[in-house]
Each structure stands twice: as C-alpha cells, then as structure tokens.
C-alpha cells in the first residue's frame, strides 16, 4: 500500500531549526548543533508525515530525535509539524539514511534507531534496495550505544523475515525482542500513520526490537 497525497501545512512557516539538508548536515553525535541541549539522541529512518518525531519528541522533551527522509516533500512536511508544535528537541534531514549512517553518524552515538514501514521493494530485481540488509545492519550495530534498541515494524511478512535473518546473522545485535501490541487510545495514538492505516484495515503487523549487549 503506497503512500498518500501530504495534507496542506503553511508554507510560510520557519523551519530553519527544524529542516536539515545534506550539505549542510554536520557529523552527528548527543550534541547537535540544531538542538538547544545536549541530550541522548533518538533516529528514525524514513519519517514518512512524521507523527512517530512529533509525538515522541513531545512525549521525551528529554531526549533528542533525528528523522532522515529521503523524499524532500516529506522530509518538509514532517519538519513542519516540528515547527507547529515548536518542538526544539526534534528535527528532519533530508538525506538517504544508508549514506548517513554511513557518513555522519559516529561510533557509540545513538541509544535507540526506529525503521517502520520500510519501502518493501516487491519486485524481485529490487530486493537488493531494502533497508535491511548486512551492511547497514552492520552501521546500526555500530551506532548503537551498549544497551541501545532497534525498533523495526512492517507489515510485509516476507520483509519483517528478512530483516530477523539479516540482523541474526550479520549483527552484533540480539533479539528479536516481542514488542507487546497496545490499543489506541485516541485517533493518532499510532507510531506512524502507516501502522493506523494497516490496524484500522486489519492487516497484520509485524513488530520487534534488537539489543546492543
């Protein structure tokens, strides 16, 4: 199921503290120059509308949260509810997150990474574009903090079974972890849109975590 049309936001919002480009993205660590503390720091990979950053930096003022987006629409969209709700502790990077990991994210620097709802690339010659694969596992693994979590969520059997193998097999990572289902108490109380679309359509939803030990 593909993404829907974005709703409308107000262009006109400032969203310099909140919007990153990737030539302007500095190596990454706890200390963030877009952020006004210095505090552990939280990413997710592919914001999508960017509900999961908004409401869990809302929700953990205490923590930092990074969203990587590589679609640029998407990427403004999610940095615009931020500036809304004038949320200091969060902002997007409008970026591949593969190349970010790769590139700006140092050893040690992150005490959790969320992934939901990847791209599941269906075509076959296309496999080899999904997020999980060794390489990458191997760059959260490396980011990770001792103790630190990978929350991974999709509703592709075939993707979520995938990842498990990739991540027990060519991670430093153990799990997978169950991930205990929890009812919504209102309209967007969901980790994405996505996951509403998916529970409200009852479609099953495959869900775990991955330690750093």
């Known amino acids: 199921m593909g993404r829907r049309a974005l709703g409308k936001w107000d262009k006109t919002l400032d969203l310099s503290k909140h919007l990153v ?3 302007d993205l500095p190596s990454i660590g706890p200390e963030l120059p877009m952020f ?20 869990a930096a809302a929700a953990v003022p205490e923590r930092n949260f990074l969203g990587i987006e590589i679609s640029r629409k998407y990427a403004r969209f999610s940095a615009a509810k931020l500036a809304m709700h004038d949320l ?14 790769c590139e700006k994210i140092p050893t040690d620097a992150l005490v959790a990474v969320h992934i939901y709802f990847p791209d599941p690339w269906w075509k076959k010659r296309h496999h080899k574009r999904r997020i999980m694969t ?11 903090k001792s103790g630190g979590r990978l929350h991974f ?23 997978p972890e169950e ?15 996505f996951e509403r679309r998916m529970r409200l359509s009852g479609v099953e939803v495959h869900r775990a975590e991955f330690i750093k030990k």
């Open 21 to 23: 480009l990737w030539d």
């Open 36 to 55: 006004d503390v210095s505090q552990p720091l939280e990413v997710e990979v592919g914001t999508g509308k960017g509900l999961f950053l908004k409401n």
């Open 88 to 101: 200091k502790n969060a902002c997007v990077v409008h970026a591949d997150g593969q190349q970010v990991f």
């Open 134 to 144: 060794g390489s990458f596992a191997d760059e959260i693994a490396r980011t990770l």
């Open 153 to 175: 969520w999709t509703d592709v059997a075939q993707v979520f079974q995938n990842a498990l193998e990739v991540l027990a097999n060519e991670s430093a990572l153990t799990g």
């Open 179 to 193: 991930v205990v289902l929890q009812e919504a108490e209102h309209d967007l109380d969901y980790r994405t849109h």
